[in-house]
T-cell receptor, first 113, second 114 residues
Framework: SQKIEQNSEALNIQEGKTATLTCNYT??????LQWYRQDPGRGPVFLLL?????KEKRKERLKVTFDTTLKQSLFHITASQPADSATYLC????????????FGKGTRLSVIA | DADVTQTPRNRITKTGKRIMLECSQT?????MYWYRQDPGLGLQLIYY???????NKGEISDGYSVSRQAQAKFSLSLESAIPNQTALYFC?????????????FGPGTRLTVL
């Protein structure tokens, strides 16, 4: 069966450390993998995406990797800050033209000062 | 002004009532979506529409219906609301002409069914 899983519901880290969130999938072949941030009670906001033929993508303190062999994406926030506390969702973009994004359930990140 | 708006933002209703949640967008996108979100369950797709004449069921469409009145408007109806439809509802849009299906979400409607 097809699945998308984010490795943990919640992750607590100390301010200044690097947060690493994991997204795994089975029986999908995404053309892109997207990451969103969601604050409590608000809609998700797109952060960045990575293509299937890219190994790594960076945007400021964010880094995403994509391993199509392992069927896994890692999302890193370096020098984390309390303002980074939120839920982070990964989403598979199948680029099929007629299939919506497939979202993971998210990982709630808490950065402790 | 927000690109994707939802009305109402909060709604309390009683079991058996019919209610409508509305979504409007100024992004000029063809595709629109309705999701519900319950604590710990992530986003669940209810219905989606790839253009005005296209309506598709998502994973949890039972008990819901939609109307795509125009490119910019997509409404979600609960014909006879029940308490387990209490949730946070999000509308989203994406651009069919874009290389990726990045979605842009509205602020959400918090619905409580008593």
């Amino acid at each position: 069966s097809q699945k998308i899983e984010q490795n943990s519901e919640a992750l607590n880290i100390q301010e200044g450390k690097t947060a690493t969130l994991t997204c795994n999938y089975t029986n999908y072949s995404p053309a892109y993998l997207q990451w969103y941030r969601q604050d409590p009670g608000r809609g998700p906001v797109f952060l960045l995406l990575i293509r299937e033929n890219e190994k790594e993508k960076r945007k400021e303190r964010l880094k995403v990797t994509f391993d199509t062999t392992l069927k896994q994406s890692l999302f890193h926030i370096t020098a984390s800050q309390p303002a980074d506390s939120a839920t982070y969702l990964c989403a598979l973009d199948l680029n099929s033209g007629n299939t919506p994004l497939v979202f993971g359930k998210g990982t709630r990140l808490s950065v402790i000062a | 002004d927000a690109d994707v708006t939802q009305t109402p933002r909060n709604r309390i209703t009683k079991t058996g009532k019919r209610i409508m949640l509305e979504c409007s967008q100024t992004k000029g996108h063809d595709r629109m979506y309705w999701y519900r979100q319950d604590p710990g369950l992530g986003l669940q797709l209810i219905y989606y529409s790839f253009d005005v004449k296209d309506i598709n069921k998502g994973e949890i469409s039972d008990g819901y219906s939609v109307s795509r009145q125009a490119q910019a408007k997509f409404s979600l109806s609960l014909e006879s609301a029940i308490p387990n439809q209490t949730a946070l509802y999000f509308c989203a849009t994406s651009d069919q002409g874009a290389p990726t299906d990045t979605q842009y979400f509205g602020p959400g409607t918090r619905l409580t069914v008593l």
